[in-house]
């Protein structure tokens, strides 16, 4: 058989996960009930069950070309029903990565594949910002901004589809999260807090505004590492405790 050698990892990691866990495959045969969705980059090394260290029946994924929410696209609109109205899912992930192949592209000139027009809301919202781009300091610092300012421009996206406005209206728990995953060390980051309702949503900056006030992603490493940090100065100095938050 051509890709034997697939079939053959397949059989020895089914083996495996049994012989680790006998009600590994039991449990997945079950009614799936993730409590997260995921719309994510279709980058190979961003898996989202991996990164977060979930079982398969955890997370409901969706992933395109730089974790984009076109609202005519009818694969992403039927998940994000399916997975509001059906699932009940709690959370929705936008989550990006640095170095991300398509928001290079948008990054570039070429303009002559399909993945140019799936990219077109990305390269308009560039071009329009050029000047904030140009002046950063190297083609790393732009591509890494653009990174993050797409999942807070994807993470508006979502949360102003109607879907998610009916979610919120008939009083679902419903947080939008927007992330960055960073491939050169396997950590997520915060590009900005979750929002919980429509008025969070409609009080978000817009994506306009976030080009030039760009927020600092932090991923929990750094946040527990400054928590350790202010809590050790806190012992040396407890009056510059509030200050330091
Ligand atoms: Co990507």
């Known amino acids: 058989m051509i890709l034997d050698h697939l079939f053959d990892r397949n059989v020895a990691w089914a083996q495996g996960k049994t012989r680790d866990d006998p009600t590994y495959f039991v449990r997945m045969a079950e009614q799936q009930s993730p409590d997260y969705l995921w719309i994510g980059c279709a980058d190979s090394r961003v898996t989202a069950n991996d990164v977060l260290g979930l079982d398969p029946g955890s997370v ?107 979610a919120w209206a008939r009083g679902q728990p419903l947080h939008v999260h927007g992330w960055i995953y960073g491939v050169e060390d396997g950590l997520i980051r915060e590009v900005e807090p979750p929002i919980a309702s429509q008025a969070a949503r409609d009080g978000l900056p817009s994506i306009d505004q976030c080009a030039v006030t760009p927020s600092e992603p932090w991923s929990a490493v750094r946040h527990q590492a400054f928590a350790a940090f202010a809590a050790d100065d806190a012992q040396a100095d407890p009056c510059c405790e509030g200050a330091r938050r």
């Open 60 to 166: 409901f994924v969706q992933r395109n070309i730089a974790n984009m929410v076109h609202t005519s696209d009818m694969n992403l609109l039927a998940v994000l029903e399916f997975a509001l109205e059906a699932l009940k899912v709690q959370h929705i992930i936008v989550c990006g990565h640095y170095g991300c192949g398509g928001v290079r592209r948008a990054l570039g000139n070429d303009r002559t594949a399909l993945v140019d027009h799936w990219l077109q809301p990305l390269v308009m919202f560039h071009r329009k910002h050029q000047a904030v781009f140009a002046a950063l300091k190297d083609d790393q610092a732009r591509l890494d901004r653009l990174c993050e300012l797409n999942v807070q421009m994807q993470l508006r996206r979502v949360a102003a589809t109607p879907i998610v406005e009916a």
